[in-house]
């Protein structure tokens, strides 16, 4: 173990110093969800990990598996965060999500115009309805 590397830390605090989550806030709600499991078993946001442990996380239609081989508290640069984990995810099932997020529900993008009016449909509504008001 390198020296000032810790013996055990929070579940929730690895995953967002590894940059698997945006945010600690982010990795304690996935834990509380039941998005993460460690050596199989859903896990608190408090669970402390140790080297060698396997965790999966749910990143929508993904199933992520990683093995700890590292720990750390601070949340540090791509590049040094990489050193810290082990990716055992088969390369099928990132195919497979991304043919799963590609069937998700496009988002619902309208008109402009419809719903509530633009600002120059507004003011043609207002010199419409009150055109006493515009002659100044």
């Given amino acids: 173990m ?4 810790p013996d055990k830390v929070r579940l929730d ?9 945006k945010s600690r806030n982010l990795a304690t709600e996935a834990c509380k969800k039941n998005w ?3 050596d199989g078993h859903p896990a608190k946001p408090s ?17 992520k598996i ?5 720990l750390i508290e601070k949340r ?4 040094k965060a990489g050193n810290y984990v082990a990716d ?17 529900a496009p988002r619902i993008v309208s008109k402009k115009g419809i719903g509530r009016p633009t600002k120059k449909q507004r003011r043609e509504l207002d010199d419409f309805l009150y055109p006493e008001s515009s002659d100044k």
């Fill in 2 to 5: 390198p020296i000032g590397e």
């Fill in 13 to 21: 605090r690895w995953l967002w110093s590894v940059r698997i989550f």
């Fill in 36 to 38: 993460v499991k460690l």
């Fill in 47 to 63: 669970k402390e990990i140790k080297v060698g442990d396997v965790i999966t996380i749910k990143l929508g239609p993904l199933q």
């Fill in 66 to 70: 990683v093995s700890v081989v590292g």
């Fill in 76 to 79: 540090t640069s791509a590049a």
């Fill in 88 to 104: 055992l995810t088969p390369p099928e099932a990132y195919e497979k999500a991304k043919q799963a997020r590609l069937h998700l």
